[in-house]
């Protein structure tokens, strides 16, 4: 956590000599408690000061990187417990584990599957992250030839899991070129575990079933030169683990607590018995603290869901996501093409879109500047009201392209259609659908209004 | 090392509410339903109590909806066409209480009267032991109309009414004085007008535990983020001592999720998708899951599958 102006200027040599470039050592003081300046400019700060300011700078939860040839997931470094408090920054990676007891055709075959799989969600392509290999066979041979059959099918990272450390090993050198994750270090194999890490600079997970013995297992792998360390707190049930991944992100965020200041990684499929529980676990883990979800199951509705929701619960409060006002032509529209209004608000606008582009009719969709808002909330906050939907249809330049003179206004705006005929003189405004799934069905009897 | 477990006692406390009467108290219930009570943040037993478990209300129509989805339609079968039958059947889908949701019109078109407000409100009454609730068609007129009727013919069984809003509360409230009902407050996903609703029914004169609050919320993918954190903030103020706050909320993540074309509808959409049978209850459940993590102390469900799956996921949680 940050320390104050007044923490630090304990720790400088309070000689007020101004070789920083600051008057006195408590203005430097201040400055860098703003990080508008940066310690080395002191020359005479000692090597224990220096250790401590450090020290103090580190976000408290780590940011832990893993990656592929082709895909790099960072999570950790949040700072805030509700995401209304400012934002949650980085979204768990999301990982499917294959076991390296099944058949290799059916390792590549999920593995493919779950990676190939790609779904697009307010115009963004969103998809799972990785691939956790599980050494369940024993030997570490055939846990090597897992991990390459998985980067046969896959250049996004992967996550080494075994206990037994040679398997990790051969996992690793399977691995070769990547940064996956080991895990996991515990308490009967942490010493072996993390020289492999350390070796390897990769990072390791810790398990243990407790927060007392899961601190001292960190403790010990840092003591033996490993940073990027990531927590199994050994909890499978929904109850306990929103429990205990509370408690780790306030001990980090409000104590500031080194020892559990680590992403967390999570195994909903162990405490579920089929697809839609797992999902349930998981969507609990993306709200509830996450950094790492390792999925037993696979199925596209599924991953749609928890993609979908990963996105919701990780945009940003404060701002918006927006598209840019003006006019988009779906479909190739002529001139005498339905003309249709909504606001701005990502959401709305790609909910509308798509209904338009997949009803395979051409028409003109007019996006208002309602400030991010909803078709609803926009109106309630006086953002989407009939003045504003005249002057879009104004400014946007929309009568040089069309013949017609034929508005269609959200359904659920029904009440504006007679203010938006009085601000546009010679328009028919028309009540369209309250949702826009309905839209293509309306857009087929457009012609006959 | 032993790790000193941060703990979060609140100086607040959600107000416990009773939704339905039996006979001892003047009603017809067979069961009576408590909620709220809770003096922490959801399922965090280490900081604080819990003593009602979130409560699942199954919604059923007044007469065919139509527009449903064809999955729902299907997994109702023809109790849809009753209220009564439906009913019971949401009973035995395992519902804690049944909401009504009154229509516009009736078949045919003709607009729903205040006596089919009150023949359809009875019929569920008969229906069910559990506790209900009635929710008007959601337009001011309307619902005045149909609420007042609803209330009296219900007078003494401790229904919830719906919905009430800034434009209608004085009627809505008043009718709920007038014959011991509770009222379900719906305000637009915002923590200032929510609390400002609650202030203007609690001048009423109506007691504080016979408030509830609906904050408004939205779909899995359609802005459920919105929701979430108003009520997560909601909770918040109500567990730091802001009394306006202090209600059992209600959220609607059935009617969210099935007007959804994820939910809703099987073809026309990518592949990508999946299934749709496993989607549309996946939609409805995470939807439903998502908002009890952030402090619904109600949820309306509609397919009685995600019932099922909601119904697991809050006793697991409970589970200390």
Known sequence: ?449 | MPVEIPVEQWPGRVIEETIGANPAEGGTRSRVVKVGGENTLPFLFTDGEMPNLPRIAIEIADRRPTEWSPLLLEAWGDVVDDPAKWAKAAEEAGADLVLLQLSLTRDGGNPTTAADAKALTRAVLQATGLPILVFGPGQVDADNELLVAVAEEAAGERIVLGICEEKNYRTIVAAAMANGHLVNGRTAMDVNLAKQLNILIADMGLPLDRIIMDPTTASLGYGIEYGYSVMERLRLAALQGDKMTQFPMLVTPGFEAWRQKEAKVGEGVPASWGDWRQRAVLWEALTASDLILAGADIVVLRHPETVKRVRTFIERLMAK
């Open chain 1, 1 to 449: 956590m940050a320390l104050t102006g007044l923490q630090i200027y304990k720790l400088l040599p309070q000689t007020n000599c101004k070789e920083c470039g600051f008057p006195t050592c408590l203005a430097f003081a201040m400055k860098l408690a703003a990080k508008q300046a940066e310690l080395s400019a002191c020359p005479y700060v000692s090597e224990e000061a220096k250790a401590q300011l450090d020290a103090a700078a580190a976000p408290p939860i780590r940011l832990v990187s893993v990656a592929g040839p082709g895909h790099r997931v960072e999570v950790g470094n949040e700072t805030v417990i509700f995401r209304h408090e400012k934002t949650f920054y980085h979204p768990p990676g999301l990982f499917l584990r294959v076991k390296d007891s099944w058949p290799l055709e059916q390792v590549k075959g999920a593995a493919k599957e779950a990676m190939d799989y790609t779904v697009i969600y307010v115009g963004m392509n969103l998809h799972l992250d990785g691939v956790a290999v599980e050494a369940a066979s024993g030997d570490p041979e055939t846990f090597a030839a897992a991990v390459k059959a998985v980067q046969e099918v896959t250049d996004r990272p992967l996550i080494l899991m075994a206990s037994d450390p040679a398997a990790l090993k051969a996992g690793l050198t399977a691995a070769d070129g990547t940064r996956p994750l080991l895990y996991a270090a515990t308490a009967e194999n942490w010493q072996a575990v993390a020289e492999i890490a350390k070796s390897a600079n990769v990072p390791v997970a810790v398990r243990a079933d407790s927060l007392d013995d899961l601190a001292d297992l960190t403790e010990k792998v840092k003591g033996a030169g490993i940073q990027d360390i990531v927590l199994d707190p050994g909890v499978r049930d929904p109850a306990g683990t929103l429990v205990t991944l509370t408690q780790l992100r306030r001990l980090a965020l409000k104590k500031n607590f080194r020892p559990l200041g680590f992403p967390i990684i999570t195994f909903p499929g162990e405490g579920a018995s089929d697809v839609i529980e797992e999902a349930q676990l998981a969507a609990e883990h993306i709200a509830k603290y996450a950094g790492f979800i390792v999925l037993d199951r696979f199925a596209p509705e599924m991953a749609y869901a928890l993609l979908a929701w990963r996105v919701n619960i990780y945009t940003n409060p404060q701002e918006p996501i927006k598209v840019q006002p003006g006019i988009y032509e779906i479909n190739s529209p002529t001139a005498d093409a339905p003309v249709m209004i909504t606001t701005n608000f990502s959401i709305t606008y790609f909910s509308v879109a798509n209904e338009v582009d997949g009803s395979g009719l051409p028409g003109w969709l007019l996006v208002a500047d309602a400030e991010g808002m909803s078709v609803l909330t926009a109106w309630a906050a006086g953002k989407f009201d009939a003045e504003k939907i005249a002057k879009t249809v104004k400014t946007t330049g929309i009568e040089e392209k069309i013949t017609h003179r034929k508005l269609i206004i959200p359904g659920a705006v029904a009440v504006l259609m007679g203010e938006v005929e009085e601000e546009l003189p010679g328009w028919q405004i028309l009540v369209g659908p309250r949702e826009a799934v309905d839209l293509p069905g309306y857009l087929k009897l457009w012609k006959s209004f």
